[in-house]
């Protein structure tokens, strides 16, 4: 199973149980009339908490990114010898 099936397979559950108890689907009120004004703004709340918790890991990744100077070095005499290689040829720089 792939990682979008397994998300797309765990936000259809989500979605079908939240539509179940929100439009009552059933009909058994299982909830109390207060606690649907916390379940019909809830997918909004699960939205904005992913994307705060995106955020805050694009944030951790990029403060905790690895410099690789070995791999700077060798792309530095890369450039250098495709240089030399060009002027070799006639381009100018």
């Given amino acids: ?13 989500l979605s079908t149980t939240w539509a179940t108890l929100a439009l009552d689907l059933l009909g058994l009120d299982l909830l109390p009339p207060t606690w649907y004004q916390v379940l019909w703004p809830l997918p909004i709340y699960l939205l904005v908490t992913f994307g705060c918790y995106a955020l805050g890991i694009i944030g951790y990744r990029l403060a905790t990114f690895n410099d690789c100077e070995e791999a700077s070095q060798e792309l ?3 450039i250098r010898e495709a240089r030399d290689d060009l002027t070799r040829h006639g381009l100018k720089f």
Avoid: I, V, Y
């Avoid at 199973?1 to 559950?13: D, G, P």
């Fill in 1 to 13: 199973m792939t990682k979008l099936l397994r998300w797309l397979l765990t936000l259809a559950l």
């Fill in 76 to 78: 530095q005499a890369q």
